[in-house]
């Protein structure tokens, strides 16, 4: 005979409450119902688990033994239903990005997207390997690179500016010409797409012959070294946004050269566009955007590239 799961949990709440009617308008059913379910629970076990007392009812020895067995199970039960009930509710979004965009743009600005969409759960992911979307679960990837990739939806974050900056402890805002550059510690990250001897042409400055450099495979810890006076780094706005505003970063140089490239491109397959998750943080990502460039725009810092 199966086993009675329905009656069992009647039972339980009726003898939790002590009542049928409050029972039954806990389950949202009727009294008569309720009463069936105890009885056939009763044929099931073969022993009374109920017995009236004036005009309510009480439970009988064999029922306070039942309902002390049970108890915590149907607890445990119903905790376990409400706790995957709200994890379902939960939509959970995976987002890769390289560690420098994560750490120095994304993550400040991350609360609001969180704030304003309280039912989406997010795991950020930092690193610059690129997303396998056939074998792995991430919804959206903001990735380095040319945006040349063949076969996923891919739009530009936003166009960056790449500026020489120090620390204001180091050289004063404009202090210096472009030809001065390579007389001074330079600080390379290697994996960026704008490089000194690039600048350097730009610039019209001689290439360094004896270079004075320090090197990181990461953008942003270019970045803190800079601010932390090491030498002159050639970094982006978009990372540095941050540092620029409050000037613990500055350009020391006059009327440096514009270099301008998009070089963090969002990156997801076409079908995950029509995910509501995703719908939701790319219209996020796009109003920040246009916040940061509106900001860029009107900084006295950015408007002298």
């Known amino acids: 005979m199966p086993l009675p799961l329905r009656a069992i949990v009647v039972f339980h709440a009726v003898a939790r409450s ?53 108890g915590d199970q149907i607890e445990h039960i119903s905790e376990a239903t409400q706790r995957i009930r709200g994890f379902r509710s939960r939509s959970i979004l995976t987002v890769r990005a390289t ?7 994304l993550l400040p600005r991350l609360k609001g997207f969180l704030d304003a969409n309280p039912d989406i759960e997010l795991r950020l992911n930092g690193t610059t ?38 620390s204001p402890s180091y050289l004063a805002p404009a202090s210096i010409d472009a030809t001065d550059v390579p007389q001074h510690r330079l600080i390379h990250s290697i994996k960026s797409q704008v490089q000194w001897a690039q600048w350097f042409s730009l610039a019209g400055a001689p ?77 996020w990502l796009r109003a920040e955007r246009a916040a940061w460039q509106d900001q860029r725009s009107s900084t006295s810092t950015v408007q002298t590239i």
Not at 99 to 105: G, H, N, Q, R, V
Not at 138 to 147: A, F, L, M, S, T
Request: aromatic letters at 8%; a negative charge.
């Open 207 to 283: 290439p360094a012959v004896d270079w004075r450099r320090i090197l990181f495979d990461r953008s942003h810890m270019a970045i803190d070294a800079a601010a932390d006076g090491f030498g002159l780094s050639l970094e982006s706005t978009l990372m540095m946004w941050r540092e620029l505003r409050d000037s613990t970063l500055i350009c020391p140089v006059r009327n440096p050269p514009r270099v301008s490239l998009t070089t963090q491109w969002i990156v997801c397959p076409f079908d995950h566009l029509h995910k509501q998750k995703v719908r939701l943080f790319l219209e």
């Open 18 to 70: 002590g009542s049928l009617s409050k029972a039954a308008a806990e389950l949202y059913v009727t009294a008569s119902a309720v009463s069936q379910q105890i009885q056939a629970l009763e044929v099931h076990l073969g022993t009374t688990l109920l017995s009236k007392a004036g005009r309510g009812i009480v439970l009988t020895e064999a029922g306070e033994r039942y309902f002390e067995m049970i």
């Open 129 to 166: 390997e690129p997303t396998d979307f056939s074998r792995e679960t991430v919804d959206v990837e903001i990735r380095h690179g040319e945006g040349r990739w063949p076969g996923v939806f891919v739009e530009g974050l936003a166009e960056e500016a790449f500026l020489p900056v120090c």
């Open 99 to 105: 560690p420098t965009l994560a750490s120095k743009w």
